[in-house]
């Protein structure tokens, strides 16, 4: 029998086909989505959770850049802190438990995201001005964001090791800090305004956070 499904890519190929999959599944989401009348915020959370645990897990040959901490600061945003920090959760349980691996570090992420995302909330009237998405705004908070992130989880190393590693493990970790700010950057430039458009689509009207016009982006 034929074994034509045995091919060795390389890991350049293989990130390769894992961003044009994602590409694919952003795509046909958003189409889909763009076909539904009624608002519904459930199911706006469903497809953020969608986009962050395909991303996390398709980008992960990447060190740090995955689109979960854009998509956390957006449901702060739009949806409130209690429904960011759910989303946080299934992301990083989801994630951890099925592919990437699952143990104490989780809880820290999820309190690391739940915080992006609480942030996100607190300053959602700053990056949401009459209906428009300040980017600028959205990609600073994404930028400290990541540093934030990271520096929460690391502390899951105390489960280990004393205080007195904290201090050199951090600045060991700058690098990745700095990848994944970057990465942020590029997701707020991607995703940002097309994921907007569809969360507005599907505010809860009977929030605070409801917005009457179609959301617009700006710099």
Same mark, same amino acid.
């Given at each position: 029998?034929?074994?034509?499904? %045995?091919?060795?890519?390389? @890991? ?7 961003? +044009?999959? $994602? ?23 469903? =497809? &953020? !959770?969608?986009?962050? =645990?395909? /991303?996390?897990?398709?980008?992960? @040959?990447? @060190? ?8 956390? =600061? &957006? ?8 429904? +960011?920090? +759910? ?18 570090? *989780? ?12 942030? /996100?909330?607190?300053? #959602? ?9 300040? &980017? %600028?705004?959205? !990609? ?14 690391? $502390? ?5 090791t004393? !205080? ?5 493990y951090?600045?060991?970790?700058? &690098?990745?800090? $700095? ?14 305004? @097309?994921?907007s ?7 809860d009207?009977? #929030?605070?956070k +409801? ?6 982006? *700006?710099?």
């Open positions: 029998m034929y074994d034509f499904h %045995n091919i060795a890519l390389t @890991p350049t190929q293989s990130l390769l086909l894992n961003i +044009a999959i $994602l590409s694919v599944i952003v795509f046909a989401v958003l189409r889909s989505e763009r076909r539904l009348d009624d608002s519904n915020p459930l199911l706006m959370l469903g =497809i &953020l !959770a969608i986009f962050g =645990i395909s /991303g996390r897990i398709l980008l992960d @040959p990447l @060190p740090n850049f995955q689109p979960v901490t854009v998509i956390v =600061i &957006l449901a702060g945003v739009y949806y409130g802190a209690p429904r +960011a920090i +759910a989303l946080a959760g299934v992301i990083a349980l989801t994630t951890n438990f099925v592919v990437l691996g699952h143990g104490p570090w *989780t809880l820290f992420q999820v309190l690391g995201w739940g915080l992006v995302g609480a942030s /996100g909330a607190y300053f #959602s009237d700053y990056i949401l001005k009459e209906g428009q998405l300040m &980017l %600028n705004r959205l !990609a600073a908070l994404a930028i400290i964001s990541a540093f934030v992130f990271n520096w929460i989880v690391s $502390l899951s190393i105390l489960l280990k004393d !205080a007195s590693m904290l201090a050199p951090l600045i060991n970790g700058l &690098l990745f800090d $700095l990848y994944h700010a970057a990465g942020n950057l590029i997701f707020v430039a991607w995703l940002a305004t @097309p994921l458009e569809i969360m507005t689509k599907h505010l009207t009977s #929030s605070s +409801a917005v009457s016009e179609p959301v617009s982006s *700006t710099l």
